[in-house]
């Protein structure tokens, strides 16, 4: 019979593989199951692997060991054999284990159960809870087929201090409490690969992530409800399709730096006691909703939406959201436009450098923001925003709600942009001038006597109108001294100290 085709497995091939029972192929329960003796198998010979390791480790005989294995009474914490006060370590290597149920005789995880100490190394799981509550665990380059479902693990001491190494979860993670929530005492992961990761009721005591430096990663679904996490919060450079927070607290500083993108992300009546540094990441989609953040939030060099066109319910919303310190909006992207008129603010935030897209942005968030810069004495950037302020506001007045109002606001943006553009009134004036001189060498104003006397009698500007058209020059006064005043209002804004 051949041997396993993998290194340092003495072992035979199963039937019709080309590894032993060991390292071969799982598939799910019911067609393992079926296969006559597989699973069987697969408890022997799991069982004198360890007895053999265990063996190795002079700990007692072999037979004493296979005796203590198949014990169903005995446990780590009352075994029977003489362990020398040395708390063994047991790797095991590159071993495929199947799904089992507790009331099969091969369930493989009461042998596990037996261990104190178990380095899993590039093993692959078909299980989907593993039940060692009492022994020390650790995962390195570990494969998970299915969903695996996490309870407070006791961890195997490790470089990186974390359950799970290098693994790669194909299905989901999943934590939730039973009635009450469950408390995960150790970090989970690092330089780890999801699918979709969902917490619930679940109270994290240290860092769920520990990622090495610059390790870039993938997450489909990121999903936390009723949680707290009472240690700082960090995963940068990843890409997530949904990122949902849902009621939940984070005690110290949450990072999600240097995102490569976060397609959809959602965070809803949420507590932020610590910093909230987001620098140069990429949002789809964000959406805050009544949530707090106590300390400083940064959201510098970050990129927020995809469209540019004007659309329905697209723009970055900061709904009913509590800032307690300061935030920064330094040279941000907001794409799709941006929501922050109902935000409460105790210090005003910094959007120096940032990029709005007016389609998709009201009126009163352009207002917060002109306000910002007012307060710090930036008031060329104030009057950038209070001309994105009042080209809102005429999109949204109706011309017959308020005809005056629309007309002059109309006027305004016709003849400088609110005060903006300064070429606007000097090109009104250049083309103004020669208009003017067509009408009072082209034209004969004899059927406006009565005008004439009329405006004959207006004091203040009588000295200024020429005569027999003192009507029209009055008009064209009144032209020029408007664009005079836009003209220097315009450069006043531009120089204004």
Known sequence: MAECLL???????????????????????????????????????????IAS??????????????????DETASNTTTTINFNNIRIMIVLNEIYFPQSKDIDSFEYTRLL?????????????????????????????????NALLLYNFYILENESNVLFQKCEFNDGVVSFGDGRKMTIDNSLFCDCSFNKLTFEDTTFKQPIFKNSKGFTGEIKEFSMSNSIVEDRFILNYHAVESLSLVDT?????VELK???????????????????????????NLFIYKSIFEEYVGFEYCRFG???????????????VTFLNFINMRNTNFISGLDFSSANLKEYPNFLGAKINPLNTNKETFRIIK????????????????????NKEMSETLFLRSPAKKTMLFLNRLLSNFGQWYFLPLMWLLILIPFHEWVVSSHSFDNLDTLNHIVKNILPVKHFLNKDMEFISLLFYIAYSGLIYHFIISVKRITKR
């Open 7 to 49: 290194e340092d497995c003495n072992l035979n091939t199963y039937e019709h593989e080309d590894k032993c029972i060991l390292h071969c192929e799982k598939h799910e329960y019911s067609q393992d199951f079926h296969k006559i003796g597989f699973l069987n198998s697969f408890y022997r010979e799991l069982m004198y692997l």
């Open 53 to 70: 390791l265990l063996e190795s480790n002079e700990v007692g005989t072999k037979e004493h060991i296979l005796e203590y294995l198949e």
């Open 113 to 145: 159960r037996k261990l104190e100490r178990i380095y899993f190394n590039y093993c692959k799981f078909s299980i989907s809870y593993l039940d060692l509550h009492n022994t020390e665990c650790f995962f390195h380059d570990c494969k998970f087929q």
């Open 249 to 253: 607290i984070f005690h110290e500083k």
């Open 258 to 284: 240097k995102a490569r993108n976060i397609v959809d992300c959602s965070i809803s009546n949420c507590n932020f006691k610590g910093l909230v540094d987001c620098y140069t990441s990429n949002f789809d």
């Open 306 to 320: 995809t469209s540019y066109e004007k659309c329905e319910n697209c723009s970055t919303k900061f709904e009913y």
């Open 371 to 390: 306000h910002s810069f007012d307060k710090i004495g930036n008031t060329s950037e104030a009057n950038r925003y209070f001309s994105c302020e009042m």
